[in-house]
């Protein structure tokens, strides 16, 4: 085997290029083989990172409704995630090829899923199913900031699984080459599908370090979950959390962004960081709209240890 090939600087001199040779973490595809008499097929880790996300989303959602005093709204909660499902993978991959890829066949293929479409469809779902079961988006909305911050913190595992959604070109502390990702870190992949700069005599199949932004957002998803955990006994009208979570989340793709690979800059900005922006100003607004006191007060604070939460009242 030769030479570590040498190592140089992106044109803008912030992060500079890790080969192979400069040592950073191998990553290769996460994926379970299924046997099923005849039937034979892989379950990919982005898959089981989603299904877990959707499911430990349920059980904090239920938890919660319920240490509330909302049973009828629990109870109904299975057919708001089934809705937010549905909406999750049409809205990530409606966004994916209208903004992203523009080719509609995109639609049927098995890769491309992008967070904030994803959000987005899902939130209009799950308004959709809780109005025509006529129940309170609100109350529903303040419990999915908790949710929804716990199964990000899962769902980005995925990503690390895959090889998606990785960052710049980086050769620090905690390198990682995705030599099989979507697309593979090597320098002729992430020239066409990012544009990337590189020296011009880089071998276009050398693997290239970068920031492992999954497992940043993974940490920074669960911060928001601890945060907004925290603050699940607040004494405002319900939605004033979801205000909240919007806020959290709205600074966190921020600021990632800036970390990730990307060719859908926009001065300097990315799409994902307008979203962003667009986000946190709508959390601000709901949590100024919900900022009242609690239509019934005490229903959302937590009570001591060794005494009941006060019920709620119709």
């Not at 600087?9 to 040779?21: K, Q, R, W």
């Not at 990000?152 to 995925?158: Q, S």
């Not at 020239?191 to 920031?211: E, K």
């Not at 957002?217 to 607040?234: C, K, S």
Request: aromatic content about 14%; glycine content about 12%; overall charge positive.
């Amino acid at each position: 085997m030769g030479g570590a090939p040498p190592r140089a600087s992106l044109a803008s001199g912030i992060f500079s290029l890790a080969t192979v040779g400069s040592h950073p973490t191998i990553v290769q595809p996460f994926s379970i083989p299924i046997h099923l008499g005849r039937f034979e097929f892989e379950l990919a880790g982005f898959g089981i990172a989603v299904l877990l996300a959707f499911f430990i989303a349920q059980i904090v959602s239920e938890r919660e409704l319920r240490r509330r005093g909302y049973e009828t709204e629990a109870r109904h909660f299975g057919d708001v995630t089934v809705a937010a499902v549905l909406g999750t993978v049409i809205g990530g991959k409606l966004y994916f090829v209208a903004v992203i890829t523009h080719n509609w066949h995109d639609l049927f293929s098995r890769t491309g899923f992008v967070y904030w479409g994803g959000f987005i469809g899902s939130v209009i779902a799950c308004w959709a199913v809780i109005r025509l079961r006529k129940l309170p988006f609100a109350r529903y909305a303040d419990v999915a900031g908790i949710a929804i911050a716990a199964g990000y913190a899962v769902g980005r595992t995925g990503c690390w699984a895959v090889g998606d959604d990785y960052g710049r070109p980086y050769d620090g502390p905690l390198a990682v080459t995705f030599p099989a990702g979507f697309p593979p870190s090597t320098v002729g992949d992430m020239t066409r599908s990012f544009h990337a700069q590189f020296p011009a005599n880089m071998d276009p199949s050398a693997l290239v370090g970068v920031v492992p932004t999954q497992l940043i957002e993974v940490a920074l998803g669960f911060v928001m979950f601890v945060v907004l955990w925290r603050l699940r006994g607040h004494a405002h009208a319900d939605g004033w959390l979801f205000g909240v979570y919007a806020v959290l989340a709205g600074i966190e793709r921020f600021f990632v962004e800036f970390l990730r690979i990307k060719d859908d800059r926009f001065f300097v900005l990315s799409n994902a960081q307008y979203i962003a922006i667009a986000v946190f100003v709508v959390g601000i607004i709901v949590m100024r709209a919900r900022s009242g006191p609690a239509a019934r007060p005490g229903s959302n604070v937590v009570a001591p240890a060794g005494r009941a939460s006060a019920p709620a009242t119709a």
